[in-house]
């Protein structure tokens, strides 16, 4: 099946992928931009899967204040080099988990650092578990699988802390 480079930068534009991704995938999934997507998706678990054994020592701290003035959080996110930590897409990423945190108050990085035999559900407090506040259809494990597959680095929640008026 031919495809049209139509179609590759509407994909590219929806995922973020490289162009050569995209066209890979829509050829495998004949066309379907949701099986394109899919496919690309797993690619990127793949990707951040093989990365993540590298050291991530440059990185950002972001903040987020809500509206309200109530209630906010701090977030460090690392990656590998200070290039990846400048860029647009990056910066997004760390800014969208403050948000998050300040939101959906996790309590924990990864469900690998609850206690053990904890009654806690992970989908609840382990932070790369939650649905993402602004999409629940993804996690926040996907939205940072996701920007390492843009970048080609490890990308790594570090801490965080969330504040709230009177607790």
């Known amino acids: 099946m031919a495809i049209s480079s139509q179609d590759v930068k509407k994909l590219r534009e929806l995922t973020g992928a490289g162009m050569l991704d995209c066209k890979k995938a829509l050829e495998e999934a004949n066309g379907d931009f949701e099986a394109a997507t899919k496919l690309l998706a797993e690619k990127g678990h793949a990707a951040a899967e093989k990365r993540s054994e590298r050291e991530t020592a440059q990185g950002l701290i972001a903040s987020y204040i809500h509206h309200n003035h109530r209630y906010g959080a701090l977030v460090e996110v690392n990656c590998e080099s200070d ?81 709230e008026l009177g607790r």
Do not use: C
């Open 83 to 163: 290039f990846v930590a400048r860029t647009e897409d990056f910066r997004h990423l760390v800014q969208q988990l403050a948000l998050h945190i300040a939101g959906a108050n996790p309590q924990y990085v990864s469900k690998e650092e609850m206690p053990p035999g904890s009654e806690e559900d992970p989908n609840h407090v382990a932070l790369l578990e939650q649905p993402f506040v602004k999409d629940e259809s993804k996690t926040v494990r996907d939205l940072v699988s996701a920007t390492i597959a843009k970048t080609g680095e490890n990308i790594r929640i570090r801490r965080f802390a969330r504040f």
